[in-house]
């Protein structure tokens, strides 16, 4: 599953079923940049955001809130977390005209590699 995950940073059917292929590869890239260079922003803090968001999401589903299990939850969202602003900081970059995004959203657009894609993902609308 991890490697699906590297594959697919972005799940676009059901944002290409609403909005068409021309406005996801046009006006959404642009709108998706800017949006991430925002979020990045440190005077935000995305990171102290989203570090209590996932928190508070990771304790809902634990029952038994042992030392281990804190430790190892600690560690998780840290990992998250860090995994989630390198995706802005990726998506944020816009040198010399290039961007990433028109390259990712061709990628999990392609019909080879909807088709590996987990029917939850799928457009349902």
């Known amino acids: 599953s991890s490697g699906i995950n590297a594959e697919w940073p972005l799940r676009p059917g059901n944002m290409i079923t609403l909005m068409g292929p021309i406005s996801l590869s046009g006006p959404m890239?642009?709108?998706m940049i800017a949006a991430?260079?925002?979020?990045?922003d440190?005077?935000?803090?995305?990171d102290a955001i989203l570090h209590a968001i996932l928190k508070d999401e990771v304790q809902a589903s634990i029952k038994d809130m042992t030392e281990p299990r804190?430790?190892?939850?600690?560690?998780?969202?840290?990992?998250?977390?860090?995994?989630?602003?390198?995706?802005?900081?990726?998506?944020?970059?816009?040198?010399?005209?290039?961007?990433k995004l028109p390259s990712i959203i061709s990628l999990t657009t392609t019909p080879e590699n909807l088709c590996r894609l987990d029917p939850a993902w799928y457009p349902w609308l």
Request: aromatic share 4%; net charge neutral.
């Open 29 to 31: 890239v642009f709108s």
């Open 36 to 40: 991430a260079r925002c979020l990045i």
């Open 42 to 46: 440190p005077k935000l803090g995305t």
């Open 70 to 99: 804190v430790i190892s939850m600690i560690e998780d969202i840290q990992s998250a977390v860090n995994q989630i602003m390198s995706r802005l900081q990726t998506a944020a970059n816009f040198e010399k005209a290039e961007s």
